[in-house]
Structures are given as C-alpha cells and as structure tokens.
C-alpha cells in the first residue's frame, strides 16, 4: 500500500519513474495526483448520527451485552425494525429491541424459542 509519505517521494521521483517505463513525466505526475485523489476520497466516511430512537447493532451489543450477530439476525427475521442500513451500520429501533431483549432473557438457554413464540403469536 502507497502511504501520503511514499507517494511524495514518488512524486520527486517522476522523472526518473517515467525513465525506467518509457513514457512522460507528465503522464506519470497525473498519475500520480490521480492516485494521491484516490486516497484522500477512498477513507471511510465517519459514521452518520443514529436516527430518532434508533441504535446501531454494534452499540446495542455492547450497551446490552448481545452480540450484534444476534441483533443482526433478529433484524433479518423481522423482530425488529431497520430504520437505517449504512454501508458499515445498521440501525435497529431500539424500543423494539428492548421488547425482544426482555423475552431473550426470561429463558436462558431457551431464548430462540421464547422470542419465536412470544413474537409469532402477537
């Protein structure tokens, strides 16, 4: 991977690059600036805020001790609602997840069952 440092030294060394592969140096200097673009656009976006009432699994599972694996699959089943999918996040309803939190730990050990059956009856 090409750091801001390295990318620098290349730049000085554009000349010389575009020697040893035949071609221009201003060819290898747009190059160059196309790539340093690239890295400054290609970092990832900070996060957005959560929306109203909402809460990242992520979050969710650290602030309720579930892993956000669970989280993410009972999304996927529908026992809560997705109110933002991000690239990186997904933002459940975190009312909705306390609910279903609440019937997960009423049976240790038995608590896909318990939310299947409290949920699909209701």
Do not use: C
Request: without cysteine; aromatic residues 6%; positive net charge.
């Amino acid at each position: 991977m090409v750091t801001k440092r390295g990318l620098e030294k290349y730049m000085g060394e554009a000349t010389q690059i575009a020697d040893e592969i035949n071609e221009e140096p201003e060819l290898v200097i747009k190059v160059l600036k196309q790539v340093e673009a690239h890295m400054e656009n290609g970092r990832r976006q900070p996060k957005p805020p959560a929306p109203e009432g909402g809460i990242s699994i992520r979050a969710a599972g650290r602030k309720y001790g579930i892993a956000p694996r669970t989280i993410s699959g009972w999304a996927q089943r529908g026992y809560i609602p997705v109110m933002l999918r991000t690239r990186n996040e997904l933002y459940v309803d975190e009312k909705k997840l306390i609910e279903v939190i609440k019937f997960y730990k009423t049976s240790p050990g038995q608590g896909k069952s318990t939310i299947r059956q409290k949920l699909n009856t209701s």
